[in-house]
């Protein structure tokens, strides 16, 4: 062997030395990464999020485009209380009331009312219904049953269904909990709403205003639902005649708080309350049985208490998130200003809200005077209705009654009536299309 191909060989076998170990070296990082379930194949592409307390002023706006729940941390003066015109810390975000290990303490609502964008366009809503196997609420549930759960549970064949499978549940606390949240919430979810404009007799109004149901952690803030309300737009006369218009805007921004704390979740007549709503409760803080009524005669189904922050004086007090209730406030306008104070939200929204927020929760109002209300008057309300005449609308409702008869009583669409009320329209949105292959 001559001393060249001797002097390559060494050298070969000293790099491979040097791979090996580097693959070595790779190879017990890459265990190390596992623990976060990052394969040795993805290490390379991982970016590591940032903490929520790092992240810069323009990466929170550019997030809170998309995400609402990041607002409560912009600072931007115009969606503020003036004399309080400034973001809140992300520690701001917890629940003070419940203990540093409480699952629930992270949670908290943040109400978006800008019903225009940055080009002072229309920004339209896009509800969105929560996805149980991602809430801690559900950790150690079969999957198969939370597959069955996130299917639609309006008819009662499919409702059996998912109960049949509960039968298998061997854990007796889990299949009574299940249940009750089965019956006394899932059941009423309805299809997420999604629309562009608000119709109200023949006027268009900008739609936009949502609640978004929020989960803050260190390194992410996480949107779990997102449902339209209505903030406030009218003022009662005090003779009871009538309403007039009051919007919360320019010198009365003041009626708004940035911050208020959920210190009271009432219930409804709808559901009955019992022990397993107790106990659950118990577990996210509080709750009761107590029935609000307006002006002591209309129910104000599962009334959630909003007390205003102290560094908000000002704001009123007595406001509460609610099913919408009052028949002369439209149903169809939720996602555009139309309540006397309160924030009005749908059947499903309030009984999930109810369910999910903990007692003393935070609720961030947030919005900006020029953004908050808009009358599209360069819209006709005709172009934009599905129907043209009462005939047409009705036949509709007779349809949906005699095909969907689950949707009519949930939507609670009569078999005649008015072809440009919220409940129409809010039913058309969704089973609109299906509606239209059947007369064809």
Same mark, same amino acid.
């Given at each position: 062997m001559n001393s060249k191909f001797y002097h390559l060989l060494l050298v070969s076998m000293f790099l491979c030395l040097i791979y090996f170990q580097g693959c070595a070296s790779d190879e017990r990082n890459n265990n190390i990464q596992s623990k976060s379930s990052i394969s040795p194949k993805d290490s390379v592409k991982l970016k590591l999020r940032k903490?929520?307390?790092?992240?810069?002023?323009?990466?929170?706006?550019?997030?809170?485009?998309?995400?609402?729940?990041?607002?409560?941390?912009?600072?931007?003066?115009?969606?503020?209380?003036?004399?309080?015109?400034?973001?809140?810390?992300?520690?701001?975000?917890?629940? +003070?009331?419940?203990? +540093?290990?409480?699952?629930?303490?992270?949670?908290?609502?943040?109400?978006?009312?800008?019903?225009?964008?940055?080009?002072?366009?229309?920004?339209?809503?896009?509800?969105?219904?929560?996805?149980?196997?991602?809430?801690?609420?559900?950790?150690?549930?079969?999957?198969?049953i939370?597959?069955?759960?996130?299917?639609?549970?309006?008819?009662?064949?499919?409702? +059996?269904?998912?109960?049949n499978e509960l039968s298998y549940i061997r854990d007796t606390k889990q299949k009574r909990q299940l249940?009750?949240?089965?019956?006394?919430?899932?059941?009423?979810?309805?299809?997420?709403?999604?629309?562009?404009?608000?119709?109200?007799?023949s006027k268009v109004y900008a739609a936009g205003q949502k609640i978004c149901l929020c989960e803050a952690q260190k390194d992410t803030i996480k949107e779990v639902a997102r449902f339209a309300v209505s903030g406030k737009n009218y003022d009662p006369l005090p003779d009871g005649r009538g309403l007039v218009q009051y919007l919360p805007i320019g010198p009365r921004r003041t009626y708004y708080g940035d911050l208020y704390q959920i210190t009271s979740k009432n219930w409804e007549l709808e559901r009955r309350y019992d022990s397993l709503?107790?106990?659950?409760?118990?577990?996210v803080g509080g709750g009761n049985n107590r029935i609000?009524?307006?002006?002591?005669?209309?129910?104000?189904?599962?009334?959630?208490?909003?007390?205003?922050?102290?560094?908000?004086?000002?704001?009123?007090?007595?406001?509460?998130?609610?099913?919408?209730?009052?028949?002369?406030?439209?149903?169809?306008?939720?996602?555009?200003?139309?309540?006397?104070?309160c924030i009005r939200v749908s059947a499903f929204a309030s009984k999930f809200i109810r369910w999910w927020v903990p007692q003393n929760a935070n609720f961030f109002i947030?919005?900006?005077?020029?953004?908050?209300?808009?009358?599209?008057?360069?819209?006709?309300?005709?172009?934009?209705?599905?129907?043209?005449?009462?005939?047409?609308?009705?036949?509709?409702?007779?349809?949906?009654?005699?095909?969907?008869?689950?949707?009519?009583?949930?939507?609670?669409?009569?078999?005649?009536?008015?072809?440009?009320?919220?409940?129409v329209l809010d039913v058309y949105y969704i089973y609109g299309e299906l509606y239209e292959k059947s007369k064809k």
């Amino acid at each position: 062997m001559n001393s060249k191909f001797y002097h390559l060989l060494l050298v070969s076998m000293f790099l491979c030395l040097i791979y090996f170990q580097g693959c070595a070296s790779d190879e017990r990082n890459n265990n190390i990464q596992s623990k976060s379930s990052i394969s040795p194949k993805d290490s390379v592409k991982l970016k590591l999020r940032k903490l929520i307390t790092e992240l810069t002023q323009d990466e929170i706006k550019q997030i809170s485009k998309t995400n609402s729940c990041y607002l409560p941390l912009l600072n931007d003066s115009t969606f503020y209380n003036k004399k309080l015109a400034n973001a809140f810390q992300f520690n701001t975000l917890f629940n +003070n009331s419940l203990s +540093n290990n409480q699952p629930y303490r992270n949670r908290y609502l943040v109400g978006d009312f800008n019903v225009l964008d940055d080009s002072l366009q229309s920004k339209g809503f896009e509800e969105v219904n929560p996805i149980l196997h991602e809430m801690v609420d559900f950790k150690g549930v079969d999957k198969k049953i939370l597959e069955l759960l996130q299917s639609d549970l309006q008819n009662d064949h499919q409702r +059996n269904k998912v109960l049949n499978e509960l039968s298998y549940i061997r854990d007796t606390k889990q299949k009574r909990q299940l249940t009750n949240f089965i019956e006394k919430v899932w059941k009423y979810k309805t299809p997420a709403l999604r629309r562009k404009f608000n119709v109200n007799n023949s006027k268009v109004y900008a739609a936009g205003q949502k609640i978004c149901l929020c989960e803050a952690q260190k390194d992410t803030i996480k949107e779990v639902a997102r449902f339209a309300v209505s903030g406030k737009n009218y003022d009662p006369l005090p003779d009871g005649r009538g309403l007039v218009q009051y919007l919360p805007i320019g010198p009365r921004r003041t009626y708004y708080g940035d911050l208020y704390q959920i210190t009271s979740k009432n219930w409804e007549l709808e559901r009955r309350y019992d022990s397993l709503d107790i106990e659950h409760d118990n577990r996210v803080g509080g709750g009761n049985n107590r029935i609000t009524f307006y002006k002591g005669k209309v129910e104000l189904p599962n009334f959630l208490l909003m007390k205003p922050d102290d560094n908000y004086p000002r704001a009123v007090r007595q406001n509460g998130i609610h099913e919408v209730a009052l028949r002369e406030l439209a149903r169809g306008m939720l996602g555009s200003s139309n309540s006397i104070g309160c924030i009005r939200v749908s059947a499903f929204a309030s009984k999930f809200i109810r369910w999910w927020v903990p007692q003393n929760a935070n609720f961030f109002i947030l919005y900006q005077s020029d953004k908050y209300y808009k009358e599209i008057k360069e819209i006709s309300a005709d172009d934009l209705l599905p129907f043209k005449t009462v005939d047409e609308g009705n036949k509709f409702r007779l349809w949906v009654n005699e095909n969907l008869p689950e949707v009519a009583r949930m939507f609670d669409l009569d078999k005649t009536g008015d072809f440009r009320n919220g409940y129409v329209l809010d039913v058309y949105y969704i089973y609109g299309e299906l509606y239209e292959k059947s007369k064809k």
